[in-house]
């Protein structure tokens, strides 16, 4: 596993607009400056290579709708076989890494079990998610969109989310041997413990990872209690952002939840559900000492990105460092594992109709 490697030779257009896009996520950059370059990446995917070069010449780039002027410079550099200078800027001022420290377990890093598309509130269709993860050095990705009752987050009804396990796997079957792509969901942790999709398509999906997304105040008992019955369920593979906490980003701070976290973590070592090390920057969940506990009681971990966007895949880098410091072995990492094992681990007991 390791960072995007720099473009040094001219490419195709929408390559370097897609490229630009995603170094900008991963710099964590604006919404709006990232879907600028998506935008115009997906007008001169329409366009073709032959109408840009002719409008390149003639200067008309910009009468593209969603094409604007840097844009057009970095297209027009490109079709005339030049490395657009903007990307050249960007990978310049991209760090190698985005943390110092943990490089030897990033490197193990095989996959994911924790990313979003525009399925659900990603900002990429599950194509250009895949393409990624194969350009960062993934074995496998799992893509976990939000489940029905998430519907600020447009979370996926069971008949959205077959449509989407049918879609992986086409994409599977063309995609020549890259990146594989893993069916699975994000599925809420309910008041009572209960999990926020079918039992039938539960039991279908490769991967479930399961959250708490409301009621995050909870009292500690029945918040300790909800999340035990989950953990403790055989579907269940991954606990995620177990403290459901924010530590700074464009939404504000946000205190952790409470709960018995020696009781939970003992349910996920007795259950084999990995506890998530989750990377977003705003997140930094569980915090150190939680990791510490989870780690002393025998727990399996993920690291994970929990990412959004094709940039913030390379997010794990994070994660990494936390898990080196704090002296978790990669091989209770399931996300250090090849798919075979993962899979076999996931359906231990669980998928009865896999």
Request: proline share 5%.
């Amino acid at each position: 596993m390791r960072s995007f490697v720099p473009i040094d030779a001219p490419v195709d257009p929408v390559v370097a607009l897609t490229r630009i896009a995603w170094l900008l996520e991963r710099r964590r950059e604006s919404t709006y400056r990232v879907e600028a370059f998506r935008k115009a990446a997906r007008a001169a995917k329409r366009a073709g290579v032959e109408e840009l070069t002719e409008r390149a010449t003639a200067g008309t780039l910009t009468a593209i709708g969603g094409i604007g002027k840097t844009t057009a410079s970095v297209i027009a550099e490109s079709v005339a076989g030049e490395l657009p200078g903007y990307l050249a800027d960007v990978q310049e001022k991209s760090p190698v890494s985005l943390a110092s420290g943990g490089e030897d377990l990033y490197r193990a890093i095989r996959g994911d079990l924790h990313a979003h598309t525009d399925w659900s509130d990603g900002g990429a269709p599950l194509d250009e998610m895949a393409r990624a993860a194969t350009a960062l050095g993934h074995e496998w990705l799992t893509i976990t969109d939000h489940s029905p009752r998430l519907t600020v987050a447009n979370g996926l009804s069971p008949e959205r989310l077959r449509r989407q396990i049918d879609d992986i796997a086409d994409l599977n079957r063309s995609s020549g041997g890259s990146c594989h792509i893993l069916t699975g969901v994000e599925v809420d942790i309910l008041d009572d413990g209960s999990l926020d999709q079918t039992d039938e398509l539960l039991d279908h999906l490769d991967v479930v990872t399961a959250s708490v997304h409301s009621k995050l105040r909870m009292d500690a008992a029945p918040m300790t209690r909800r999340m035990v019955a989950a953990v403790s369920d055989p579907r269940v593979d991954v606990l995620g952002h177990c403290t459901g906490r924010r530590v700074t980003g464009g939404r504000g701070a946000r205190p952790q939840s409470a709960f018995d976290a020696a009781k939970v973590f003992a349910a996920c070592a007795d259950h084999g559900t990995a506890v998530e090390i989750n990377s977003r920057p705003e997140r930094v969940d569980p915090p150190d000492g939680l990791i510490e506990l989870a780690r002393d009681l025998g727990c399996l971990f993920a690291i994970d990105s929990d990412a959004h966007a094709p940039g913030q895949l390379d997010f794990k880098a994070l994660g990494a460092e936390r898990a080196e410091r704090l002296g978790i072995e990669p091989d209770r990492i399931v996300t250090t594992w090849p798919v075979d094992q993962l899979l076999a681990w996931t359906a231990e007991g669980a998928r009865p109709s896999r």
